[in-house]
């Protein structure tokens, strides 16, 4: 593990720690006014990182708003978890996660060769800005800040501006996010590099994958409300892959530095009283 590495892994731990402890006495205050919304539908995706393969997934969304205040909420969409755990209403921070699922049994037979890659379990915090405190509309600055807890495999940072617009007296709302990620050399390594016995296994050439800015994207979701408890959402994703993650064999020879994502739920909404929109959108 790199010195960076290490230092972030103790720092995101000691957050993780203390908003966790938050979460839980937040938790078990009185949520009966709470927004719950829970949706699932099927969805299309690389099936790796760098892939111009794409397979089948499914795609699911659980939002709960107004856990013990308006601005404060939990969302999972597909493999990422954010939240906001902070009564205020415009200073944002909670704890931010993202499920990365190993490489293995892909459809490129080259690349199926290389050894397959560990999962990751990406935990940290996630900090914001919300410009535009209203129920509505938003437009927040954030960051997020990650560490693979489950393998040790390297760190995350991605700053990112989201917008969402409930339009009002209209049936639709949609959200979009602006994003950027900074990953580690543990990360860059563990998911574009390739080793030397990995090189003669599969006939790609060997490859160092450093620390950097590996993809710069778009996320967007787009919500139809058929009634007050029933809605549709289209979700989508569009990430250019940079620098060593876009020169790495496995992308550059064998797969595409254009990435792309698209999924549709059907959801359902449980009590609550106040419609929120979300500009959270999937992404890996």
Request: net charge negative; aromatic share 10%.
């Amino acid at each position: 593990m790199s010195v960076h590495s290490e230092v972030f892994a103790g720092v995101g731990r000691r957050a993780v720690g203390w908003l966790a402890g938050v979460a839980l006495i937040a938790l078990a205050q009185p949520v009966a006014a709470a927004d719950v919304t829970l949706g699932l539908g099927p969805a299309v995706g690389p099936d790796y990182q760098g892939s111009d393969d794409y397979e089948l997934v499914p795609a699911w969304q659980l939002a709960v708003s107004d856990l013990y205040h308006p601005a404060t909420n939990v969302t999972v969409i597909g493999p990422r978890l954010r939240s906001n755990l902070v009564p205020h209403p415009q200073l944002q921070a909670g704890i931010s996660g993202l499920f990365i699922g190993e490489r293995d049994d892909v459809s490129d037979k080259r690349v199926d060769q290389l050894r397959d890659t560990d999962a990751a379990l990406m935990l940290g915090v996630i900090v914001g800005w919300d410009f535009l405190p209203q129920p509505e509309v938003g437009l927040i600055a954030g960051l997020d800040a990650l560490y693979d807890v489950a393998n040790d495999n390297g760190a995350l940072v991605s700053p990112h501006v989201r917008f969402a617009n409930a339009l009002p007296g209209s049936p639709f709302s949609i959200g979009g996010e602006l994003f950027t990620t900074w990953a580690s050399d543990d990360y860059m390594t563990e998911q574009f590099g390739i080793g030397n016995a990995d090189a003669a296994r599969s006939g790609l050439p060997q490859f160092d994958a450093d620390e950097g800015f590996k993809d710069v994207g778009l996320r967007v979701a787009t919500n139809y409300r058929f009634t007050d408890n029933w809605s549709t959402t289209l979700l989508g994703q569009y990430a250019r892959l940079l620098d060593d993650a876009a020169d790495s064999p496995i992308v550059d020879d064998r797969g595409d530095e254009n990435q792309f994502f698209l999924g549709l739920t059907l959801n359902y909404r449980f009590g609550g009283s106040t419609e929120h929109v979300s500009s959270e959108a999937p992404g890996h």
